[in-house]
Every structure is written in C-alpha cells, then in structure tokens.
C-alpha cells in the first residue's frame, strides 16, 4: 500500500514545489495554471493525461476556458503521498 506522507515529508517535499499549495479536502495539494487560451489549456491538459496514464495516478481537475485547476491526492492513502510530489513535479516540468 501507498503510504501517507507525515508531517516532516510533506514540508520537505513542498519546499521544491513553491508553486503547490496544501489542501484539506481532500488531503492534497493543488495548482491553478492560467494560459493564453482554451486550446493552450486543452493542450496543457492532454499532456497531463499522458503523465497521469503512464504512472497510473490521475488528478482530481477542471478547466474553464484558459484555467485548469489541479489537486493531487492519493486515495488509497488517505492523502498527499509520494506518487503526488512525483506526478506535480512531472507537470512542473511541462512549463
């Protein structure tokens, strides 16, 4: 089973996220992106796809018009895990 980050590992892993911000509902963290349009975002949004596919992690997500909101968690630990410091970084990446 994936484990829940504790306390300690959720502050290091945030340090080299600065653009992340933790959330309680669910236990995560999250990001607003804003692009120059829709088809920006609609791009941005496929290759996430691809990324959450290939690691088998998919984010809770929405898009309106230049937005997309993004919030990581993992279920089957009850919150922020590895696999959503990991799968935020590969996004980070994609700037």
Known sequence: ????????E????????????AVQEPDGI???FTFKDFTAAFGFMTQ???LAEKADHHP???NVYNRVDIILTTHDAGGLSRRDIDL?????ALL
């Open 30 to 32: 999250r990001r607003l």
């Open 60 to 62: 809770e997500w929405s």
């Open 10 to 21: 959720r502050a290091l892993a945030l340090r080299d996220l600065p653009e992340w911000a």
């Open 48 to 50: 996430v796809a691809l």
């Open 88 to 92: 935020a970084k590969q996004i980070d």
């Open 1 to 8: 089973m994936i484990a829940k980050l504790d306390g300690e």
